[in-house]
């Protein structure tokens, strides 16, 4: 039963890589398609920003709201990220990311994304993060 164990981890982990991969890091962080982004995030997904000590959730929609409009704006876009899966901890059907976000070779962010198993995949749920200085 230990293999199976094993196997099963190797696909849920993955799974988990390739929607972090294409919802966040080419979805949001690249401003990729909000199609992606809708598939691979939970509509309840709310990212919980730490500024001035309180928590200042953000909402999945108005993220999007706000990358649209960068976009339809034609402002810069930032240069590419790159992300490095660091850890994938997965027990049963809830997992948590940690992931370093490269921007021009420079570690910009450390993200903690949590993840649950629905019954059409895995989904992020929610997000904590350090920007590094």
């Avoid at 500024?51 to 402002?75: F, G, V, Y």
């Amino acid at each position: 039963t230990s293999c199976f164990m094993a196997q099963a981890q190797t696909s849920d982990e993955d799974a988990i890589k390739q929607v972090v991969t294409s919802a966040y890091i080419n979805g949001i962080q690249n401003r990729g398609s909000s199609e992606d982004i809708r598939k691979g995030f939970d509509p309840s997904f709310t990212m919980l920003r730490l500024m001035d000590n309180q928590i200042k959730p953000l909402p999945i929609e108005e993220w999007i709201t706000n990358l649209e409009k960068s976009k339809s704006s034609n402002a810069p876009a930032p240069p590419k990220a790159e992300g490095k899966f660091v850890n994938v901890d997965v027990s049963g059907n809830a997992a948590v990311v940690k992931l370093d976000l490269f921007r021009n070779g420079k570690k910009t962010f450390t993200d903690y994304l949590v993840l649950y198993k629905f019954t059409e995949g895995w989904k992020i749920v929610s997000k904590t993060y350090f920007r590094h200085p």
